[in-house]
C-alpha cells in the first residue's frame, strides 16, 4: 500500500545550505551549498532536481562553482526572462578578493533549456535544462572578512508585475539590508539600504496592489515593516512589536524569534524560540489596520516539548489572489516548522472572512515527520500551489503541495502532500476558483476516530465473552450463539480446562465443615476443606476431637457419635475419622512423633489429596497421630486454636 504522504530522498556530493521551488515549474526544485573555499574535495554546486516523480528526484543539471570561493549560503528563484529562469544566490568571493576589499556576493544565475539529439530522427527531441552564471556583483555598502549574505527573499511572482528583494548581512559589524528590484539585463537595481542594530533574523515581502508592497524584517526581539513601491512614503520602517521585557537588560532570559512570513496584509506569523533550548511557539500578529501601533497576538500554539529548538519555517496559501490587487478571500494555509530534532511539523491555519473583517482559525497540527535528515535541517521551503481556474470535475487530476527539505548530511527530501477540493456542501467561503485544503485528517477527526474504533472493539470483546460464556454454561442464554456456532467449535469452547499433573493449587475458601471427599474430587481442592474443618468449632465442645485411622476398621468406629457441626467422611479408602474417646482411642502429637512417622503420615495425606508441601507443617500443630497402617496405634486430632 502506497503511503499517505509519499517522500523522496537524495544525496548528493555536498552539504546542502538552501533550497528554493521554481514559481513556475512546481517540479522543479534548485539546491546550493558546498564545502567552502579551500576544502579540498568537496565542491560547491547549485544543482536543479526534477521533482516530477513523488518517489524519486531527478538530477537534472548542476553548475560547478569555484573552490576558492565561498558555498552557496542562499538562494531563490525569481521571475522568467524569456525562456531563462533567474536564480539569485548568496556566494562569497574568494579571500584573496576579500582582502583586496572586492566581495561579488550577489550571483545571478540562469537556467535555460537545451534541445539535444539533433539530427534526423523521428525520436522526440529530449529537452533538458542547462545551469549558467549570468552575472555577479556586490550589493552591500561594507566589505568585511566575515560578512556574508545570510538571507535572500523575493515577493511573490506575477506575470507582468515588477518583483521585489532583499537580502541581508550575516556575521557584520555594520548589518543592513539591501531592497533591489531585478533587471531584465545586467545587474539588479539597488533601491534602497536599511541600516540595522541588530542582525535581521528573517523578511519577507506581500504585494497588496498592482504596485503596493509590504515588506517585513525581524531581529531576534523586534518586528518591523515598511512600506514598498507606489505606497512608499519615504519614511523609516515602522517598529510594529517589540518583544516584552527585551529592553529590561536581561536578554537572555526572553525568546527570540527565528523566521517571518505574511499570512495577509493584515497578519504575520512568526516562529519564536523559547530561551535555553525551552521550547519552541508559533504566533500569529494581527498588525494595526493604520499600520502604527502595535500588533496584537491573535493565535499563538507551543510545539511539544520534544522540539527544543526551531531552525526554519515554510508557509505557503493554498488559495492565493489571482491578482496582486484581489482580495484574499477564505484560504487554508499551511505551515512547516523545521526542528533542532530533525523532524518536521506541519500545521494548519484557515482563513475567514466575516463582516468586512478577516480572522484567523487556531493553529491545528496535523502532521510530524521524525528523523527526516541525518544531520541537521538547513533549508525548508513549499513549492507555489495555483489551483485550477475551472470547476473540478471527475477529469480535474490530483492536487499535491511539494515540501522539500535539506540537510547539512547532504541530502534532499520532498514530501509531496495530498490536497482535495472544498465540497460544494460547504456553503461558507465558496467562489468561482475551487478551494484546496490539506488532504489529512485533523488531531480532532484522528481523535474522534480512535474513541468510535475503540468502542467497537469493546462491544465486539463484550459479544465475544458473552458467547463463550453462553456455550460454557456459565450464563443464561441470551444471544443464542449455539444455534450459530457449529458443534466442533462449542465442543472446543466448552471443553474445561485440564490441568497439569504437578499442578497443586490452593483454595483461599474455609467451609465451616468437614465435607467427604468422592473419588471424583480433585485432591487439590479438597486440601484446605479437610484441615479448615479440623480447626472449625463445635457449639457442643469448646475443643472437639476427631479420632483419624489408617489401615484396618477400627473396632466400634461406625458407633461413635458424629458432631453436628463436623461430619464422619470416609476421607480415603483408608483413612476415616470419627469424634474422639479419650479410653478407646490413644495417639501422639506431631511433635512426638518420630521423624519417620512424620514422613509417612505426611505421604499417606497427600497421596490422599489432604496436604500439599507448599501447606507446610503448620496444619499438624495442635494434631495428635496414632496407628499408621496398624503399627502405630490410633490418632487423636484436635481442632486448632
Known sequence: MASLIPSAKLTLPYPLYACDFDPIDSTRLVVGGGGGAGRSGVENKITLLDTANPNELVEVADLDLSKEEDNVASLAVGQTQGDTTLVFAGVNSSPADLAKGTNAHFRVIGISPVSKGKGRTTEPVAITSKISEVLRCPLFTNVERDLYQRVIRLSRSYAGQAQWGAIATGFAKDSEIVLFQPAQNGPPTSRSAIKLAKEVVDMDFIQTGKDDYLFAYADEQDIYVKKLGSIDDGAEPECVYITPASRSGEPVTIPSFRSIRWLTKDFIIMLTNIHSQGGVVLQIFRLPPSGKGQCRIAQSHRLPSSVKKATGLAVVNLTPPPTPDGEQSYTQFVIAVAGHDISISLFKVDLQHEANNYIVTPIKPFRKFKNVHPGVITGITFSIFTPPTQSVTAS????????????????????????????????????????????????????????????????????????????????????????????????????????????????????????????????????????????????????????????????????????????????????????????????????????????????????????AEEMGEKVFKGVVFGELGGLVGAAVVQAAR
Open 396 to 611: 480535474t487530476p490530483p492536487q499535491h503541495l511539494k515540501l522539500a527539505s535539506t540537510g547539512i548530511s547532504n541530502t534532499v527530501i520532498v514530501h509531496t502532500l495530498p490536497l482535495f477540493p472544498v465540497p460544494l456542501s460547504v456553503k461558507r467561503g465558496q467562489s468561482s476558483i475551487p478551494r484546496y485544503v490539506v488532504a489529512l485528517p485533523s488531531s480532532k477527526a484522528v481523535y474522534s476516530f480512535g474513541i468510535i474504533v475503540s468502542m467497537l472493539l469493546a462491544l465486539l470483546a463484550a459479544v465475544l465473552t458473552q458467547s463463550v460464556l453462553e456455550i460454557r454454561g456459565v450464563v443464561e442464554p441470551h444471544l443464542g450463539a449455539a444455534k450459530y456456532l457449529p458443534v466442533p467449535l462449542q465442543e472446543a469452547i466448552g471443553k474445561p480446562y485440564t490441568f497439569p499433573s504437578n499442578y497443586h493449587a490452593l483454595n483461599t475458601h474455609t467451609p465451616n465443615a468437614l465435607t467427604s471427599t468422592s473419588p471424583s474430587d480433585s485432591p487439590a481442592s479438597s486440601i484446605p476443606d479437610f484441615f479448615a474443618s479440623l480447626r472449625s468449632p463445635s457449639p457442643n465442645s469448646a475443643s472437639p476431637k476427631i479420632y483419624l485411622h489408617h489401615g484396618p476398621p477400627v473396632p466400634d468406629i461406625e458407633d461413635q457419635d458424629i458432631s453436628p457441626d463436623i461430619t464422619s467422611p470416609e476421607l480415603s479408602s483408608s483413612i476415616k475419622a470419627v469424634l474422639h474417646d479419650q479410653e478407646k482411642h490413644e495417639g501422639k502429637s506431631w511433635d512426638e512423633l518420630t521423624a519417620p512417622q512424620r514422613e509417612n503420615w505426611k505421604r499417606k495425606l497427600k497421596d490422599a489429596g489432604h496436604w
